[in-house]
């Protein structure tokens, strides 16, 4: 027994158990509808992935949910392509196929990140340990889990830090520039907001490389146009997307990249708040829910003070990338508990490392752990990273994620499957549904496996009832769902309008009005 908790083996062993835990968790209630968290964005990413089943892949792909013409692209659907493919090749339902491969690429985001670490010059036993610590924090273990773009955007993203880190060091390999073209464009189209922090960063570090001269002019061109031809693709894939949206009378007012801007960057007032911004988003969120609460800031400031400055640096700008998806993308960060997804990474290296130098020190500058400790296996590390493993898996259950993942759903207890099952049953596929008191979410109209016309309230919802054909130009109706839950005169005004203009049957499921031909 001795034998195999050795210092070497212990990390590993640490890992393997980590990496099973993360595959459970995440593959023992695969087939739960995609309804637990933020269905919202679940269905909306789902809806593209089964239309792209239906139909194949197209660039002006369909996510029928806000009227006619159905296409209104967001991200370039590298993740929603690949998980058609996926449950086709395999034959297995969608949902168990968007929540499988984001589990892929959330477990294949060890290898750029060992990587890394290791050109870093972090040694094997803590990078085992830093990767630990990934797969145990709730954030990657329950969003792996999930239908979303999340974890796809997180591994290119990781590849493209690896590959500028590796240039870095190695300025005169141009061909690593055709990596960082690669993986920055992938990143880029799957989600900018992901890797939009680290491409500003190493802008800079390549800067200063320049200006000090570690880089030669041809080498920083290289970098530069790898960079700028990047940018220029998402760029075009924007306006792309843009003039397809503004063919929609919702998506034009309300879902185009400038529509969106405030939307994404957030204001000053949120970025000076401290309450919401500073507490409830960073420190409360994501760093006490996620990172070893107060104890693990710290272990970061203890190791800030005692460390020499090669570990200083490396701490210093993984807390630089950290924090600055928070300060660039603030609304986004305050709305969704899902984004941390994509930068919690840098705040466990920072951690990880942190562990390692307050170690490093403590051995280095003790008499006593010189003449006793250092003769044996040191116990320091093991407990200490078993620890914050332990509170990762304590805070899972603690912020309900594990009973979000655990939890039935099924048409007996949730409305959405309820009537959206209703409406299969009892309307034409080829005919599109209208949807009131749902905001513009996906859920009913990826579950009924009808093209949708979801009315966000109360905008101009009398409107689309009265003007149906302005958004659904020479359509028939396949059915109309009223779910407005407490809004004053709404449900009144929209049942009114439904029963006089259509003449339809009128059928209550769950507290909605639900009415088919």
Same mark, same amino acid.
């Given at each position: 027994?001795?034998?195999?908790?050795?210092?070497?083996?212990?990390?590993?062993?640490?890992?393997?158990? /980590?990496?099973f835990?993360?595959?459970?968790?995440?593959?023992?209630?695969? =087939?739960?509808?995609? #309804?637990?968290?933020?269905?919202?964005?679940? /269905?909306?990413?789902? +809806?593209?992935?089964?239309?792209?089943?239906?139909?194949?892949?197209?660039?002006?792909?369909?996510?029928?949910?806000? &009227?006619?013409?159905?296409?209104?692209?967001?991200?370039?659907?590298?993740?929603?392509?690949?998980?058609?493919?996926?449950?086709?090749?395999?034959?297995?339902?969608?949902?168990?196929?968007?929540?499988?491969?984001?589990?892929?690429? &959330?477990?294949?985001?060890?290898?750029?990140?060992? @990587?890394?670490?290791?050109?870093?010059?972090?040694s094997?036993?803590?990078?085992?340990?830093?990767?630990? +610590?990934?797969?145990?924090?709730?954030?990657?273990?329950?969003?792996?889990?999930t239908?979303m773009?999340?974890?796809?955007?997180?591994?290119?993203?990781?590849?493209?830090i690896?590959?500028?880190?590796?240039?870095?060091?190695?300025?005169?390999?141009?061909?690593?520039?055709?990596?960082?073209?690669? /993986?920055? /464009?992938?990143?880029? #189209?799957?989600?900018?907001?992901?890797? %939009?922090?680290?491409? !500003?960063?190493?802008?800079?570090?390549?800067?200063?490389?320049?200006?000090?001269?570690?880089?030669?002019?041809?080498?920083?061109?290289?970098?530069? +146009?790898?960079?700028?031809?990047?940018?220029?693709?998402?760029?075009?894939?924007?306006?792309?997307?843009?003039?397809? @949206?503004?063919?929609?009378?919702?998506?034009?007012?309300?879902?185009?990249?400038?529509?969106?801007?405030?939307?994404?960057?957030?204001?000053?007032?949120?970025?000076? =708040?401290?309450? !919401?911004?500073?507490? $409830?988003?960073?420190? $409360?969120?994501?760093?006490?829910?996620?990172?070893?609460? %107060?104890?693990?800031?710290?272990?970061?400031?203890?190791?800030?003070?005692?460390?020499?400055?090669?570990?200083?640096?490396?701490?210093?700008?993984?807390?630089?990338?950290?924090?600055?998806?928070?300060l660039?993308f603030?609304?986004?960060?305050?709305?969704?508990?899902?984004?941390?997804?994509?930068? *919690?990474?840098?705040?466990?290296?920072?951690?990880? *490392?942190?562990?390692?130098?307050?170690?490093?020190?403590?051995?280095?500058?003790?008499?006593?752990?010189?003449?006793?400790?250092?003769?044996?296996?040191? #116990?320091?590390l093991?407990?200490?990273?078993?620890?914050?493993?332990?509170?990762?898996?304590?805070?899972?259950?603690?912020?309900?994620?594990?009973?979000?993942?655990?939890?039935?759903i099924d048409?007996?207890?949730? $409305?959405?499957?309820?009537? =959206?099952?209703?409406?299969?049953?009892?309307?034409?596929?080829?005919?599109?549904?209208?949807?009131?008191?749902?905001?513009?979410?996906?859920?009913?109209?990826?579950?009924?496996?009808?093209?949708?016309?979801?009315?966000?309230?109360?905008?101009?919802?009398?409107?689309? #009832?009265?003007?149906?054909?302005?958004?659904?130009?020479?359509?028939?109706? &396949?059915?109309? %769902?009223?779910?407005?839950?407490?809004?004053e005169?709404?449900?009144?005004?929209?049942?009114?309008?439904?029963?006089?203009?259509?003449?339809?049957?009128?059928?209550?499921?769950?507290?909605?009005?639900?009415?088919?031909?």
């Amino acid at each position: 027994m001795q034998k195999i908790f050795t210092k070497d083996n212990y990390p590993i062993i640490l890992f393997t158990i /980590t990496s099973f835990l993360f595959i459970f968790f995440n593959t023992i209630n695969i =087939s739960l509808p995609i #309804l637990e968290q933020h269905s919202f964005r679940q /269905t909306q990413t789902a +809806l593209t992935a089964y239309y792209f089943k239906e139909n194949g892949f197209s660039f002006n792909y369909e996510t029928p949910v806000v &009227g006619y013409p159905w296409s209104i692209p967001f991200e370039f659907p590298i993740y929603q392509w690949l998980v058609a493919l996926f449950s086709n090749i395999f034959n297995q339902p969608l949902t168990v196929s968007g929540r499988a491969v984001s589990l892929i690429f &959330g477990f294949l985001s060890v290898i750029p990140i060992y @990587k890394t670490l290791k050109l870093l010059g972090i040694s094997r036993n803590i990078s085992l340990y830093i990767l630990s +610590l990934f797969l145990s924090t709730p954030v990657y273990i329950f969003w792996s889990g999930t239908f979303m773009i999340e974890s796809t955007a997180l591994f290119f993203t990781l590849l493209y830090i690896y590959f500028s880190i590796k240039l870095c060091k190695n300025n005169n390999k141009n061909y690593l520039n055709f990596f960082i073209f690669i /993986t920055l /464009t992938i990143a880029l #189209l799957q989600k900018p907001t992901s890797v %939009i922090p680290a491409v !500003i960063f190493f802008s800079v570090v390549h800067c200063i490389n320049f200006y000090k001269k570690t880089e030669k002019k041809i080498n920083f061109l290289y970098i530069i +146009l790898s960079h700028v031809a990047a940018v220029i693709i998402l760029y075009l894939w924007t306006i792309y997307a843009d003039s397809l @949206k503004e063919l929609n009378p919702f998506a034009s007012q309300h879902l185009t990249s400038r529509a969106l801007s405030s939307w994404n960057w957030g204001n000053l007032e949120q970025r000076f =708040s401290f309450k !919401i911004f500073w507490w $409830r988003t960073i420190i $409360r969120r994501t760093i006490f829910e996620n990172a070893f609460h %107060i104890f693990g800031v710290l272990i970061i400031i203890f190791s800030l003070l005692a460390s020499k400055s090669k570990k200083k640096i490396l701490i210093g700008s993984c807390l630089i990338l950290f924090m600055s998806h928070f300060l660039i993308f603030t609304n986004l960060h305050i709305r969704h508990n899902y984004y941390q997804y994509s930068n *919690i990474v840098y705040y466990l290296v920072a951690l990880g *490392i942190s562990m390692d130098a307050l170690h490093s020190n403590l051995i280095n500058n003790n008499k006593y752990f010189k003449t006793v400790l250092t003769r044996k296996i040191s #116990l320091i590390l093991p407990i200490g990273f078993s620890i914050i493993i332990l509170y990762g898996y304590y805070s899972f259950y603690k912020v309900e994620y594990a009973k979000a993942r655990f939890q039935v759903i099924d048409s007996n207890n949730n $409305r959405v499957l309820k009537i =959206s099952n209703f409406i299969k049953n009892n309307t034409d596929k080829g005919l599109p549904i209208i949807i009131f008191g749902n905001d513009w979410s996906s859920t009913y109209a990826f579950y009924s496996e009808r093209r949708a016309l979801t009315v966000q309230c109360c905008d101009f919802d009398s409107d689309v #009832l009265n003007n149906t054909d302005y958004y659904l130009p020479q359509m028939k109706i &396949g059915a109309i %769902i009223n779910c407005y839950d407490g809004v004053e005169k709404k449900p009144e005004i929209i049942d009114n309008i439904v029963l006089n203009k259509y003449k339809m049957v009128q059928k209550n499921i769950s507290g909605c009005n639900v009415y088919t031909p």
